[in-house]
Every structure is written in structure tokens, then in C-alpha cells.
């Protein structure tokens, strides 16, 4: 459920009426440190040597794949390198979905080889692979609308097209297709399911990324076509001759797998159960190296949280940074920490998670309480020289792996990264290191620097409570 | 050999001062002509056309490969249905090598794959690959300088950078590498070699293309990484650890093949005999469907000669459009059209080959004797409103395809294809007809058509003789 702002302003306005608690507030002392901490984090480069780090010496971290150890001992290292006051993990189990190799190829009228890769959770085909004709649609809802006897035994293909936008908002149309469309197209009696990459360019690399099936349901085997395979499929289809496609997958579930959120806390010297938490996800899809998506954000908490432990005092409250697991097929980490954590999520003050690169942060968001709304203000006038905007209208719920917590009552902000170049790269094998630019990634360590060191101190708190949040939920 | 606009103003002065021969004229009705065909130019679509045919409907288009015949066929049958007055062919026989197939992976310290291309013209390695230690160099003069003890029986990388220009210049330099280092790195001893692809980008596309071996000869396998690939690389390499790589390559030499150039005539109307030659190359890379590189070359001279068969009357010399065999691997059609003509070259009195992409024309020279300057700037005058200027102290030797003909003694005009884009998709799976701007694919239409109308219609020649330029050899 999507909220409105006047909605939303409104479920809150009504219990402050009755609550009229005492206004969360920061001191000026600590607005100070803030601003020096913002200062020294646009010239520290903790976060690229994170970043940097994690991708070249462990490189691609699909969940349960053979990096998904590797990638825990690795943080966990540097977690307690860096200087943490504590370092744990978490167990996590989920369905282990394993990607052994895929390929394609037009029969039919023009034989050629196609580049795609099988979503996450696809079944693989059989194992001399799908030999069928292509039907194609243009949209999510034009398949919806289909009569199954059109697509019975037939390859679904849905070529929805994205194009970049700062807040990304077209990832919508994309994701649609690509989590929707396969058990739309299962339901009807397809054979298999092609899309257009969920992405904004125009490069021959398929975007992977997770689907909607679950073990033991009816699955199709499912891929996404680079942008230029799928325009080269649309000017087939539209020639009006039968178009035919070969279809391998080897790729599906092998039982169960179980990895771990891996935690690093700097102790608070007043309310130590109290904390703020801040992170991004270990895992990444496989083509890449994961470093927008997501080394980076557990860069940028560390590179935070590293700044704020070279204060002379550790604040108020701990400051926890999560590297989540599997966050890509399904989120089990931030589901996991949410059903621990549920009862006493109360002392988890304040959450805000960075999974959309590493490109300079244009706006913050906040879900919290209203007599924390000017805390949030003061937090956002720290940010403005950051070219930080405030909308105090918009839910800001906290990112991907934080949502479960926020579903179950944890105060949520968000720090809007620029999506436009994000989306062209995101699930690629384009997903490397040197898409990250040094200098908006330290702008992104400057925020969440305020943000961590301001929730840590604030004197009052936002509003996390059991079931505190349960009507503004979806994305933010 | 490089002569500098000095020396070769000299090298044509000279004889200019014996002959004093009677200069080329364009008629100033044929100029009015030429402006028109400009003009309607800008709003014709044929080239867009053929490109979005033969890319579409053929694809790939290695030389020798599964769709040379195919592509033969194809534009044969095109060349005929666009009204040329005679299409033929003339066999090009050449080496066929073939890929297969190929990848690697970091062995240590830190596993992960690597996405890399076997270079054309390279050896497979053994069945179970090469797995051995890399050395690295930064440049092509690095390697040189190497102690061979320092490269014996390891994996040589070569490191070399690109950078994007308008005239393309730093292909030099990755092009010495993928060319030059190879056989270089062989006779030092090393087991296999890599390079940083010779292209723009930072794509994880890496960049194919032909290096120096010849069938028979001592020969190492040698690839190519993506941008990323070779940053990681890099990285490894810095850390100061053995860095050791697996590398597959399933790829190699199989005989002899004989393809064909395709040749498509507008015959003249008063001296047949005498020609202007445009066109491009046939064969692509076979990543990619050869957009850039070269189907818009053919395109663009097949929308040329359209606009000027459609005009009342042929112009007095004979067009013709070759779509040229096997130019990625050593330039084979090219080479054998030059030994076909090369007595009677005088009749190819200008030749104009377009093979750096269908973005903007910006630069117009030639290499042409001193009497036919003149008329070099009437043409250049009619193409100035197309934003194309005139540089007359530069070489222009009409392209790679025609470099051959050149050497024999064709007198050449060079139209200069904005190169900014190029490098960064050139010999990649990214070549594909998104790549192509059509407005600026027209742009480049306009100018050929002025070119090839004007230089069938001059009065007098531009200096084609057997040998009339064999001091003016090199690239463009």
C-alpha cells in the first residue's frame, strides 16, 4: 500500500492529538560535531577502500554461491580491522538458487545468437533446452490482458522499455515485468518468459535479478534479453514472420542454504541498547562485482560509523552497521533481523540503509514520529550544504533490507541517492568498481556520517515501536 | 610511413612544376546539382534501410564464419532490388580462422572469472587452458623493453589506456598493442597474451579484433579483457601477490576460405569506364552485428548512389559500391581488388571508403596531384553546410578497405567521421544498430552523395596512374 501525503500526515497527526509526547530535539553542541564530522568525511576515503576491497579481493557474491562465506569472513575482518567495539553474525537461511550457465539463439527467420541472463529463481529448461515460438507484448498489463490460447506453449516475451530519471521511478515498470510477469506468464500456460532487461541503456548486457517463484511452485524458465536483443526480437516480431527461439537455462533451486547478517556495533556510552543502524547488502547477482549494488552502501555506513569512532567519546546511543544477506532474492536478511528483533524493536531508534548506488544524495526523507519531525529538520539544515533537499511530506522508510524492520515498527530514514546513472548498470556485469565516482561517494559518507552521529544523540526518540509504523508501508 | 603536410605539399609540388598539366573543373550546373542531392539527402532513409536490413536479418558477419555466404547473398540481392545497373562479385580468398569459444578465470589470490575475447588470428590453448603467472606492462614500449627472463613462460598483460577523440588518435595506441604485442610477447617466450581492450569504454564488452599471426607461424594465445576486467587486474597486480589466471581459448586457423567482394555499378553515361569507388566492409567481428562497423559504411554509399540513380540522367563516369571482403582480418578484399585493378587504376579516378561508425562527417582531405586541388575545394565547398571542413594540407587516402588501391595508385578523399563514440563500442557485442544516430547517418549520406556526384561528373581527373602515390602511404 502506497500511502499519499496527506494521508500520511494525517494517521500521524491524529495520536500526537492524544500522545502530545515531549519534541525530540538535538543540541547545538551536537549539530557542531556533526557539521565537523560532514567536513572531515569529504576527505576520507574509508568507504572507496571498503568498496575497493571488498569487489576486487572477493568479487562477485551471489547468495549462497561459492563467495558467499568468503565475502562473510571478509567483512567480518575488516569490521574488526577497522576498530568496531563488537562484531557478530546473524543466521539466515533461504532457498540456495544456483546459476550454472544459459545461452539463446534465433532459429528462426533470422538464426543468430541472442545475450541474456536467467532471472533468479527461474527453473533451468530441459536439458536439450525450449525450441518455440516468440509472442510478444509491450507492456505488463498487455500480457495480463492476453487470452491464454495466445501464449499456450508458446515463449512470452514483454518489452517494457525504462528510461533513467533521478529518483529511478521507471524501475517500476521494470521490476513489474520481471517479478509479475513470469508467474503471469506460467498461469497462462506459456512455455517460457523473455523480457527486456529491466534497465535505462542500451548495452549488450542482460540485467539478472530475482523473480516471483518460490520452490515447489509452477515455474517457467525466465531470462531477461540486453536491451539490443530485445530490440533486435521487436524488428523480427515486427516483420510478421513466425519468430522462433532456443532457449538453455541451467540454472535453479538446490535445497536450503544458510549465511548470516554480519553486524558491527561502536557501543553507546549512555544507552548502549538503544542504536542507530545504517548498512547495505553483502550479497550481489553474480555477473558483476557488486559495487553499486551493493558494496558500496556497506562502504558508505562504514566510512560513517569509522569517522564517528575516532570522536573522543562514543555517543548516546550504538551505532550498528549490517552487511544483510541474500537481500537480492527476496530480502531474508532484513526479514530475519525483523522477526528478532520484533519484540524490542523499540530500541532500534532509527534506521536508514543505502542500496542505490554510490551517486551524490539529492534528498531525505524521514517516516517518524511528528514529535520528532524537527529533529528530523535540524538533521536535513546539517545536509544542506551537502546539496541535500528536505521533502518532510514524502515516507522515508529506511532502503530494501530495512524494510521488514520498518514493517514491524522501526522509525525510518531515507537518503534518496541520484538514480540516473544507477539503473544503466544495476544486476550487470557492468556492476564493477570503476562506476563509482570517489568524490559523490564521500558525499554519501558525509550524510549518513550527520544522519548516524544526530540519531545517536538526539534527546528523545523517533517513534520506533512494535507496530508503530503499521500503516505506511511499500517502497519509498 | 608518416609524411608530415609539409612533406607532402613538397612531394606534389615537385612534379606540378613539370607537368603543369590542365586543372580539374567541377561545371557549376553539376555544383547546383550536387547541392540538391544534399539536400534531399538529409530527408532519405535508404541507408538506414540496408543497415537496419542487413543487421537484422543477417547479424554477425565474421569473414569466413557461418553467415559470409548469407551476407553475400543478402547484399547481393539488395544491390539488385535498389536498381544498381550491374551487380557482381570477385572471389577473395584468405585464411579462415574460427572461434569457438573462450574464458578465464583469476586463479589467485583472489578467484573470480574474467570476461575476455581471443583476438583474431590467435591460436586456442591447450585443451585444459593455460593457467600461469601474469606480468604486466603498461605500455606496448614497456614489454619491449622487458627482459625476456621476465616473461618467460607467463601470461603477459598489457595495460595501455584509450581515450575518446574526435579523430580517434589513441587507436594508435591500442591497436600497436593488440596488433604489435602479441608477436612480441611470443618471441620473448611468454606462455599466452593479454591486453586491456583497445577501446574507450568501461564496459564489461571486451574488444576483439586481429593481431599479427599468420598461419604457420610461432604464435601464443592471445585475448583480450574488458575495461573492467583489466582494472581488476591491475588492482591484483598492485597488491604485490602472484597473480595467476586461467585462460581457455577454443579458437584458431582451418584452412583457406574464398569469399567474395560484392560490387553494385551505376554505369556512366559517357565514359563507363572510368569510376568513382565508395563502400565499406561486408564482414563484422562476430560479437556484435557489425552496425558501426561496417554495415552503415555500405549503407551510407548504397543511399548515395540511390539519390544520384534517381536523378534524370548518370552522371559521365560509372559509381561503383563495394561491399568488401574480409577487411577485420588483414584488409583481404581490399588487397584483391588492388591486385585486380592495379594496371588500370587510372580508371578509378577517386575512391572514398566510410568505416569509423555513421556519426558526423566534420573533416574532409584527399591525396590527389596538385592540378585536381581546385576542384577538391568545390567539393569541399558544397559540403561545407553540412558543419565539414576542409583541411587541404592533410593526406586522405580514402580508408582502410581502399588503403590498398591507394598503394597502387588511386587517388583517395577521406570524409572523417566524428570518432568520439566510436572506440567505445568498436569490435564489441555492443555493435549494434542502437549504436546509430540516423539523423547523423543522413548527414553522412549527404556528404558522399555530393562526393561521388561531383567526382563522376568533373572535368579532368583527380591523378590516378599505376604508382602515382607511393610516397603518400600510411593511415589517415
Known amino acids: 500500500m502506497r500511502l499519499t501525503p496527506l494521508a500520511l500526515a494525517f494517521c500521524f497527526a491524529a495520536p500526537a492529538a492524544f500522545a502530545a509526547g515531549k519534541p525530540t530535539t538535538i ?123 495466445a501464449v499456450r506453449g508458446k515463449i512470452v516475451y514483454v518489452g517494457a522499455r525504462m528510461h533513467a530519471h533521478q529518483d529511478g521511478h521507471d524501475y517500476g515498470i521494470g521490476s513489474q515485468v520481471r517479478v509479475d510477469g513470469p508467474p503471469l506468464a506460467t498461469q497462462k500456460g506459456a512455455a517460457a518468459f523473455l523480457l527486456r532487461s529491466a534497465g535505462t541503456d542500451n548495452d549488450r548486457l542482460p540485467h539478472t535479478g530475482v523473480t516471483r517463484f518460490d520452490p515447489g511452485q509452477p515455474a517457467i524458465p525466465a531470462a531477461a534479453l540486453s536491451s539490443p536483443d530485445a530490440d533486435q526480437i521487436e524488428r523480427m516480431l515486427k516483420r510478421g514472420q513466425p519468430v522462433r527461439v532456443k532457449l538453455v537455462l541451467d540454472c535453479g533451486f538446490e535445497g536450503e542454504y544458510t ?126 550544504p551537502l546539496g541535500i533537499e528536505y521533502d518532510a511530506q514524502a515516507p522515508g522508510r529506511g532502503g530494501s533490507d530495512l524494510s521488514a524492520l520498518h514493517a514491524v515498527g522501526m522509525a525510518g530514514l531515507s537518503l534518496h541517492q541520484d538514480a540516473t546513472r544507477y539503473f544503466a548498470w544495476h544486476h550487470t556485469a557492468n556492476d564493477t568498481l570503476d562506476k563509482i565516482d570517489p568524490e559523490q561517494l564521500r558525499q554519501n559518507v558525509a550524510a549518513y556520517a550527520v544522519v548516524a552521529y544526530l540519531a545517536a544523540q538526539a534527546n528523545g526518540d523517533f517513534g520506533s515501536a512494535p507496530g508503530a509504523f503499521a500503516k505506511d508501508q511499500g517502497e519509498d
Chains 1, 2 share one sequence.
Open 259 to 384: 549465511g548470516a547478517n554480519v553486524i558491527a556495533e561502536l557501543r553507546g556510552s549512555k544507552t548502549p541498547d538503544q542504536h542507530f543502524v545504517m548498512g547495505g547488502h553483502l550479497d550481489s547477482w553474480d555477473p558483476g562485482t557488486g559495487a553499486i549494488d551493493d558494496a558500496a552502501g556497506i562502504g558508505i555506513s562504514v566510512g560513517a560509523a569509522r569517522l564517528i569512532a575516532q570522536l573522543p567519546k562514543r555517543p548516546a546511543r550504538s551505532i550498528r552497521v549490517v552487511a544483510f544477506a541474500n537481500e537480492e532474492a527476496g530480502l531474508f536478511g532484513g526479514k530475519a533481523m525483523a522477526e528478532k528483533y520484533r519484540k524490542s524493536i523499540g530500541n532500534t531508534v532509527l534506521g536508514s540503509e543505502s542500496d542505490a548506488g554510490a551517486d551524490r544524495i539529492w534528498k531525505i526523507t524521514a517516516t517518524v514520529k511528528p514529535e520528532a519531525r524537527d529533529a528530523i529538520g535540524q538533521i536535513a539544515a546539517v545536509l544542506k
Open 27 to 149: 543540541a547545538p553542541a551536537d549539530i557542531a560535531i556533526a557539521e565537523q564530522l560532514r567536513e572531515k568525511a569529504l576527505r576520507d576515503d574509508t568507504a572507496w577502500e571498503f568498496t575497493e576491497g571488498l569487489t576486487t579481493e572477493v568479487g562477485p557474491r551471489l547468495a549462497a554461491g561459492p563467495n558467499d562465506l568468503k565475502a562473510r569472513e571478509w567483512v567480518t575482518a575488516r569490521f574488526k580491522a577497522l576498530g568496531f567495539d563488537k562484531v557478530w553474525s546473524e543466521p539466515v537461511t533461504f532457498p540456495k538458487w544456483v546459476r550454472r550457465g544459459e545461452h539463446a539463439e534465433v532459429l528462426a527467420p533470422f538464426p543468430q545468437p541472442l545475450s541474456l541472463l536467467a532471472l533468479g529463481h527461474s527453473p533451468g529448461t530441459p536439458a536439450g533446452g525450449i525450441s518455440a515460438e516468440v509472442v510478444g507484448f509491450d507492456s505488463f498489463d498487455a500480457l495480463k490482458a492476453a487470452d491464454p490460447a
